[in-house]
Each structure stands twice: as C-alpha cells, then as structure tokens.
C-alpha cells in the first residue's frame, strides 16, 4: 500500500520525545500554523482572509517556500496583517516537531 504524503510517526515520536516545554500557559495568543508548499493547491490566500476575521488574538503563521511567496506576502502587507500572519520560511522538519509553542 502507498500512502501519498505520508507521516513518519517515529520520526515525530523521537523529536517530541527530546522536546521539554518551558513555556507559560499565561500565553493569550492562540497560534494556528500551516507547514507546506506556497502553491496555489494550498489555498493560503483564503486562510489569510479567515484569519482577517478572526480575533486579534489568533496569529497564523506559515512555514515553506514556493512560487505564491510574493503574491502571499503583498495580500499580507495589503491587509494590515504583518503582526498576525507570518511566512516563517523553510526550517528543519524536526525543529518544527519540537518546537510547539515557541513557534
């Protein structure tokens, strides 16, 4: 059987495994994150308008690289959301599994 795009779950245990959080549960931000491909397929130009709609609180922050980068980034400045949306770029698959809270 071939799962497209499938998840190495031991690759995440081990990563989760060696993460020890030190965060405070005082946090008033609730952070919804996207990890993929800035592709047209991913739909990010309708996330960042919900995300307009939301509370103030709710920050959106976006991990990866790919051809609607700039177009993503210009909707982001053109919408006054550059404190609540985020292109984070591409960073380390295992960084991403250990890092929860601090992203």
Known sequence: MVIQNGVDLERIDNAINEYSPSHSSSDDFINIICIGRLAPQKNLHFLIKIVAKLPSNVRFKIFGEG?????????????????????????????????????
């Open 67 to 103: 051809p609607l980068r700039v177009n993503i980034q210009h909707q982001i400045d053109e919408s006054g959301l550059q404190d609540r949306v985020e292109l984070c770029g591409n960073i380390p698959r295992d960084d991403l599994f250990r890092r929860p809270k601090s992203l």
